[in-house]
């Protein structure tokens, strides 16, 4: 095996582009995979922008996770074998044809499943696993809003919430297209956000008790407006701004919860724990097929630019992967 690896390079501001870097050795506790498919996430272009740095230790390399197969393993790990097919969640260095991850952050990939497919998962479900279900606590019976409904989470929060149990799924979306989309994965309404106004719609149809939101700016009194007595709003991100002028006084008088994590920097004992709970509350219904992966794209490792493109432009449905 070679000691190097070709990777995507980030330099200078200009075009990504391949670049010949060392190969990674996997730590006791890590495994080595062999990449053949690399996610993309709205956080890569956070951190090519220079606004997401990677947390202490990790790879400069862009890339939150990855799919393929085990080459390698540390002598302390106990689960994985060379020849395993897995999906991984990293804290980075995920554009690239080798990656290190942590044992406790790697998925089995199920029988019939393709590694494109498998691609599609693991920030996606950790991230809804540990917002929606874990720090506010959507129990069956709630309704449950989720913005960004064909994005990379959107599509697996909505089907997340369906096989719990949901009563209602409202979804946001900025085409018909993308709404008609959000219904076929299980949303009740999908509201286009151009033409309606979200809050007043579920305010209609019987309110949120979740909503998952990565919108921010003025989606924040939206919500507010939208939530039910005893509601939880989560954001995992601010695209449209971390300010604005809020009225409180409904936080007050319906006994809101307002809650924002991010999911990267977690130490790997959290984050194993996340996939432990993923994969014991969803990852039967990956493999059983009532939960899809929804692909938008692959592009080859080289084309890295472009699909950077297609994620700023918001076009997309789905997940956007590069190939190796």
């Known amino acids: 095996m070679s000691e190097t690896m070709k990777a995507v390079e980030v330099q200078d501001g200009g075009p990504l582009h391949l670049a010949d870097m060392a190969r990674p050795e996997p730590a006791p506790n890590e495994i080595l995979v062999k990449t053949a498919f690399s996610g993309l996430n709205r956080a890569d272009l956070v951190q090519r922008a220079g606004a997401y740095p990677p947390p202490p230790g990790a790879s400069p390399i862009l890339g939150l996770e990855v799919s393929g197969t085990v080459e390698a393993v540390g002598n302390a790990v106990t689960r994985w074998k060379p020849g395993d097919r897995v999906c991984c969640l990293l804290a980075g260095g995920g554009y690239a044809e080798y990656v290190t991850v942590d044992e406790g952050s790697a998925f089995p990939v199920p029988d019939g499943l393709s590694l494109d497919q498998a691609a599609c998962l693991p920030e996606a479900m950790m991230t809804v696993w540990a917002n929606v279900f874990d720090r506010v606590h959507l129990k069956a019976g709630e309704n449950f809003l989720c913005h960004g409904g064909t994005s990379g989470i959107g599509v697996m929060a909505i089907q997340m919430a369906r096989?719990?149990?949901?009563?209602?799924?409202?979804?946001?979306?900025?085409?018909?297209?993308?709404?008609?989309?959000?219904?076929?994965?299980?949303?009740?309404?999908?509201?286009?956000?151009?033409?309606?106004?979200?809050?007043?719609?579920?305010?209609?149809?019987?309110?949120?008790?979740?909503?998952?939101?990565?919108?921010?700016?003025?989606?924040?009194?939206?919500?507010i407006s939208a939530a039910n007595p005893d509601g939880r709003i989560i954001n995992i991100a601010y695209q449209n701004g971390f300010q604005a002028t809020i009225n409180f006084a409904p936080v007050l008088m319906k006994r809101l919860t307002l809650a924002a994590t991010t999911l990267r920097a977690r130490p790997l004992p959290e984050k194993k724990r996340i996939r432990d709970a993923v994969e014991a509350d969803f990852w039967p219904?990956?493999?059983?097929?009532?939960?899809?992966?929804?692909?938008?794209?692959?592009?080859?490792?080289?084309?890295?630019?472009?699909?950077?493109?297609?994620?700023?432009?918001?076009?997309?449905?789905?997940?956007?992967?590069?190939?190796w």
Do not use: W
Not at 174 to 184: D, L, P, R, Y
């Open 163 to 223: 096989v719990a149990g949901a009563a209602k799924i409202f979804a946001t979306a900025g085409t018909g297209e993308k709404c008609q989309i959000a219904s076929s994965l299980g949303a009740t309404r999908a509201i286009d956000y151009k033409t309606e106004d979200f809050a007043e719609v579920v305010r209609a149809e019987g309110g949120a008790d979740v909503i998952l939101d990565m919108v921010g700016g003025d989606y924040i009194q939206k919500n």
């Open 285 to 323: 219904h990956v493999a059983n097929g009532a939960i899809l992966p929804v692909l938008h794209k692959v592009f080859p490792a080289a084309e890295a630019e472009q699909a950077h493109q297609l994620m700023a432009s918001g076009t997309h449905i789905g997940k956007i992967l590069i190939s």
